[in-house]
């Protein structure tokens, strides 16, 4: 029987995504959707169109995230279900933005490419931290001791590779995506392909990967093909034909505000904005009751948590505790969106990373994680008076980086120097900061076992299956983690 009210805590992407498809499985149930933000939308909704002074046109800036990958199918769901195809602006996977990706190493001036496969390595700068690590993990052999059932990304490219290539690469990468320490992130929650991988080549990653037999590659192909079925995708695969990342004419912000438009038009889900949790009871006759701090309680049969995790651990009651819910840390991330007045005054790329400095986090790069290209990716989305040319960049600071200095002039100094320019940069047109706290969890190693482990005392214990736990805390933070945890939310349901 279809459940008769759903209570959705938080109104982030996965808190959207989950009212969403939830009505449209339970058509005839009542969701409520409780969020404590006046908008809907969580980090997703960061963006924002500002005007140039001098009728230069306008711009995109964005806090949060600025692109997905066409490989996500719920998120391209979305896009046909929502009416968004015309709204995609797409980085060719044959454009600079999408094969050129730069690194900054502290200490040392200026950014260097990151090769590819080609006979361009041999001179490339940065080979010397690469050609440890590769040449380590093709001779050895299977390595990893009987009791590791999970480590640290940083400690298995070391077991696999090397230090030197661990630390370099291997931590500029979780700056990238998680704007965390590659020493404390989980290897088999964020990037569980290499985990299997190790097993496949007997030890030998890059062995499991150019051994993989053509009947492999077609198997992999048929299942990829198959999972596809479970989404309605319309054209817009065609779409993606060739396509490295995409967003929105208007910026990643337009899929919060046209699924809380899509949600909202339902007259079966009632959404609570401005409207803070305070507790989640259970009620002897009613089942559960949350409370709120602005409206009267909300008495659901059934919950759907797209709380960040900590922030359901204190609503919780002490007679009904869930395990692991403060277990990882989150991490806070300063965005600052900087429009210069001038063409580019970067090498054509999707922009840089900054890896962790020798020593350890320091003060040094100011606390910068990495710097995106935006105007080189993501022109399209702007508006600009004819013969008008800028260069926009987003410069994120902190996660592992515990006390960043986001004062603008030691940002452009920095900038300066990654750049390796003689010359200060320009003067900037515009400039826009997000403080972020606490945006972006960390998986410890073993992150998987206790999400299974959550999952069972949600199955029993008065919570009787009738609430899950979905969201960035618990199965990957990407944006297309989060829509397919709003689509297979409440599947037993
Ligand atoms: C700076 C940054 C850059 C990123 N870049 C990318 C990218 O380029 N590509 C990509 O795929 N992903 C990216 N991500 C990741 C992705 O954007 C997030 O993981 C995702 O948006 C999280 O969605 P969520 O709904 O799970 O969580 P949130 O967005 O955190 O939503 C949780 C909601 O719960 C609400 N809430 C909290 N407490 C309460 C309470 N007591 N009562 C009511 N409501 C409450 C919050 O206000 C919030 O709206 C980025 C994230 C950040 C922060």
Same mark, same amino acid.
């Given at each position: 029987m279809a459940p008769k009210h759903i209570a959705i805590l938080g109104g982030g992407l996965t808190g959207l995504s989950s009212a969403f498809h939830l009505s449209r499985r339970f058509p005839s149930s009542t969701i409520t959707i409780i969020e404590k933000?006046?908008?809907?939308?969580?980090?997703?909704?960061n963006t924002e169109r500002v005007q140039l002074p001098g009728g230069r046109g306008s711009v995109v800036l964005e806090g949060g995230p600025h692109t997905v990958r066409p490989a996500s199918n719920s998120v391209l769901e979305l896009v046909n279900l929502l009416g968004l195809s015309d709204a995609v602006i797409a980085t060719p996977k044959t454009s600079p933005a999408a094969k050129n990706r730069f690194l900054h190493v502290p200490g040392t001036p200026g950014i260097y490419e990151i090769p590819?496969?080609?006979?361009s390595y041999l001179w490339a700068p940065l080979r010397f931290f690469i050609t440890p690590g590769l040449s380590f993990e093709l001779i050895r052999g299977w390595n990893r001791p009987?009791?590791?059932l999970d480590e640290s990304l940083e400690s298995f490219m070391t077991r696999r590779g090397h230090p030197v290539t661990a630390r370099v690469l291997g931590s500029a990468l979780v700056h990238g995506i998680?704007?965390?320490d590659s020493r404390l992130l989980s290897v088999r929650a964020a990037f569980p392909k290499l985990w299997e991988l190790e097993e496949k080549g007997n030890g030998r990653i890059l062995w499991g990967l150019l051994t993989r037999s053509k009947k492999e590659k077609e198997a992999e192909k048929e299942k990829e093909e198959e999972d596809r &079925?479970? @989404?309605?995708l319309g054209n817009v695969l065609k779409l993606m034909d060739g396509v490295s990342v995409y967003s929105f004419r208007d910026g990643m912000g337009t899929l919060a505000e046209e699924l809380t438009r899509s949600i909202t038009k339902n007259p079966n889900i009632r959404v609570l904005s401005n409207t803070e949790i305070t507790a989640l009871r259970f009620d002897e006759e009613n089942g559960f009751e949350i409370a709120t701090q602005r409206t009267n309680p909300v008495h659901p049969s059934h919950i759907v948590s797209a709380l960040p995790l900590p922030a359901l651990n204190k609503i919780i009651p002490d007679t009904h505790p869930l395990p692991y819910l403060t277990t990882n840390p989150y991490n806070s991330v300063t965005a600052i969106n900087i429009v210069f007045?001038?063409? &580019?005054? @970067?090498?054509?790329?999707f922009g840089y990373l900054v890896c962790r400095p020798e020593g350890d986090y320091a003060a040094d790069d100011a606390g910068i994680l990495g710097v995106t290209f935006d105007s080189e990716?993501?022109?399209?989305?702007d508006n600009l008076a004819p013969g008008e040319r800028i260069t926009k960049v987003t410069v994120m600071l902190g996660g592992p980086h515990r006390?960043?200095?986001?004062?603008l002039p030691v940002v452009l100094a920095h900038l300066q120097y990654h750049l390796n320019r003689r010359k200060p940069l320009p003067e900037p047109l515009v400039t826009r900061t997000w403080q972020q706290r606490n945006c972006i969890p960390t998986p410890l190693p073993g992150h998987l076992e206790r999400m299974e482990k959550l999952k069972e005392a949600l199955s029993g214990g008065g919570w009787d299956g009738r609430m899950e736990v979905i969201g960035a805390g618990v199965r990957g933070v990407s944006i297309g983690d989060c829509v397919e945890s709003g689509k297979t939310v409440g599947m037993a349901w």
């Open positions: 933000s006046k908008t809907l939308g969580g980090w997703a909704s590819r496969p080609s006979l009987k009791d590791v998680y704007a965390s &079925k479970r @989404y309605k007045p001038t063409a &580019k005054i @970067y090498p054509r790329g990716s993501l022109s399209a989305q006390a960043p200095d986001t004062a």
